[in-house]
Nanobody, 124 residues
């Protein structure tokens, strides 16, 4: 049984930082393509950052230079370091995993396993 558990969300002021963690059970982060998505109410889920099994990484343009994706195989955890946060980054963030990529790694349809999400709130 695969379960993805996110943590690290919270409230920060504009310009602040947070680190999100995704700790899976039932799978190894090094054997899966892993990603972070975000979703605002009424909007489609958007890919934020992803790492493929061959370590190719990708970021959506709006977070390049501010967000950093990493994974710790020994801890079996995926991280998303978020710096210079902006109020528009106030959304729910989700961790996702898959073994089968048929398209771009930031496309949500590729991912089979999803966490419950962690809320990030950035105040101005």
């Amino acid at each position: 049984h695969v379960q993805l558990v996110e943590s690290g969300g919270g409230s920060v002021q504009t310009g602040g930082s947070l680190r999100l963690s995704c700790a899976p059970s039932g799978l190894s982060v090094s054997d899966f393509s892993m990603a972070w998505f975000r979703q605002s109410p009424g909007k489609e889920r958007e890919g934020v950052a992803a790492i493929r099994r061959d370590d190719l990484t990708a970021y959506t343009d709006s977070v390049k230079g501010r967000f950093t994706l990493s994974q710790d195989g020994a801890a079996n955890t995926l991280y998303l370091n978020m710096d210079s946060l902006k109020p528009e980054n106030t959304v729910m963030y989700y961790c996702a995993a898959t073994t089968g990529l048929t398209g771009w790694i930031l496309d949500s349809y590729n991912y089979v396993y999803w966490g419950q999400g962690t809320q990030v709130t950035v105040s101005s």
